[in-house]
């Protein structure tokens, strides 16, 4: 199994300032053949399902803004959202798609401070 | 994007059997993508449980594999999830999504509690 394990488990950031999240997989979700991560991002506000973010460690999906970037390879990948807004504040959480059973991290919940 | 709506008993009863369906609207269940479950608790976050392929072959999460079946009706544009032997510990919301190598659309979530 691919573990996926996210930090911090909790963050707060003033708005329009830099927010980071962490997540590590167990093994690497790099693939040789395609020379593509298989690792996506997710947001999740309160009372609704998860949101994609972002697919393939980087790619951001249609609307989704710009201020949010996905970065990293192997085995440690990185959320950044640039300028914090109110609208941000959510749980986010990583997900490894290399190989079943499908992990996500345990979360990471983002707060204004 | 498809829609997924979640449906099914909202109370089980311990050692009971859960079923819900996800009934997907805007789109063809047997387009070239699989369907899938995943909960969430606050204990254990996001699991996914399982998923089938418009095929019908299916995949479970190891941990759950003797308890699950999902199955697919293509003439009524939906999929089911079967969980038996329920205990407190499967007490979570209950997420039906498409799912094509990431989780690109989802239900709102059912929430499923286990009591007596």
């Known amino acids: 199994d691919i573990v996926m394990t996210q930090s911090p488990d909790s963050l707060a950031v003033s708005l329009g300032e830099r927010a980071t999240i962490s997540c590590k997989s167990s093994?690497?979700?790099?693939?040789?053949?395609?020379?593509?991560?298989?690792l996506a991002w997710y947001q999740q506000k309160p009372g609704q399902p998860p949101k994609l973010l972002i697919s393939?460690?980087?790619t951001r999906e249609f609307g989704v803004p710009g201020r949010f970037s996905g970065s990293g390879s192997g085995t440690d990948f990185t959320l950044t959202i640039s300028s914090l807004q109110a609208e941000d504040v959510a749980l986010y959480y990583c997900?490894?798609?290399?190989?079943?059973?499908?992990?996500f991290g345990q979360g990471t919940r983002l707060e204004i401070k | 994007q498809v829609h997924l709506q979640e449906s099914g008993p909202r109370l089980v009863k311990p050692s009971g059997t859960l079923s819900l369906t996800c009934a997907v609207s805007?789109?063809?269940?047997?387009?070239?993508?699989?369907w899938s479950w995943v909960r969430q608790s606050p204990a254990k976050g996001l699991e996914w449980i399982g998923e089938?392929?418009?095929?019908?072959?299916?995949n479970y999460n190891p941990s759950l594999k003797n308890r699950v079946t999902i199955s697919i009706d293509k003439s009524k544009n939906q999929f089911s999830l079967k969980l038996t032997s329920m205990t407190a510990a499967d007490t979570a919301v209950y997420y039906c999504?498409?799912?094509?190598?990431?989780?690109?659309?989802w239900g709102q979530g059912t929430l499923v509690t286990v009591s007596s």
């Open positions: 999504a498409n799912f094509s190598g990431t989780f690109n659309s």
């Open positions: 805007g789109g063809s269940i047997t387009s070239d993508n699989w």
């Open positions: 089938i392929s418009h095929g019908g072959s299916t």
């Open positions: 093994l690497s979700v790099l693939s040789s053949s395609n020379n593509k991560n298989y």
């Open positions: 393939w460690a980087s």
């Open positions: 997900q490894q798609y290399y190989t079943t059973p499908w992990f």
